[in-house]
C-alpha cells in the first residue's frame, strides 16, 4: 500500500511540476493521471503495485465529492441570483452533447457497416 502511494503521488508531482512550467494551462492532476496511464500501459508500472491504493480509493470515492459540495454551499448566493441562467446553460449543454454524441455514433456505425460491406465483397 505505501509502495501504491508513492507511485500515484510521484506521478501526481511530477504532473503538477509540468503543468507549473508549461503555465498551469493543464492541471496537474490531469496530466499526472496521463502519464500514470501510459506508464501502466506500457508496462512501466507494475498494476498489481497501485491495485490496493486505487481499489481504496475507488470505494472511498465519495469523500472526493465533500469538497465540491462545500463550494458550491460557500456560492449559494451567486448559484440562487442565476438559477435560471445556469439550468438552461445545464440543459442546453447536455442536449447538444448528446446530439453530437449521436452524430458521430451513426458515422462510426456507417463506416464500420461500409467496411464490413467491403471485406465481404472481396
Not at 502511494?5 to 503555465?23: K, N, R, T
Not at 472526493?64 to 462545500?70: E, G, M, R
Not at 446553460?89 to 446530439?99: A, N, Q, T
Amino acid at each position: 500500500m505505501i509502495r501504491g502511494s508513492f507511485i500515484i503521488l510521484l506521478f501526481l508531482f511530477i504532473g503538477e511540476s509540468i503543468s507549473y512550467f508549461i503555465g498551469n494551462i493543464i492541471p496537474g492532476s490531469v496530466i499526472g493521471m496521463v502519464l500514470i496511464f501510459l506508464a501502466l500501459t506500457f508496462k512501466i508500472v507494475n498494476p498489481d503495485h497501485v491495485r490496493s491504493v486505487t481499489e481504496f480509493l475507488t470505494k472511498n470515492m465519495t469523500i472526493f465529492f465533500v469538497p465540491a459540495s462545500i463550494g458550491i454551499m460557500k456560492s449559494w448566493n451567486i448559484i440562487s441570483t442565476h438559477w435560471f441562467s445556469l439550468t438552461f446553460i445545464c440543459i442546453s449543454s447536455s442536449i447538444l452533447i448528446i446530439m453530437i454524441v449521436a452524430f458521430i455514433q451513426e458515422r462510426a456505425e456507417k463506416l464500420k457497416k461500409q467496411k464490413s460491406e467491403t471485406k465481404a465483397v472481396r
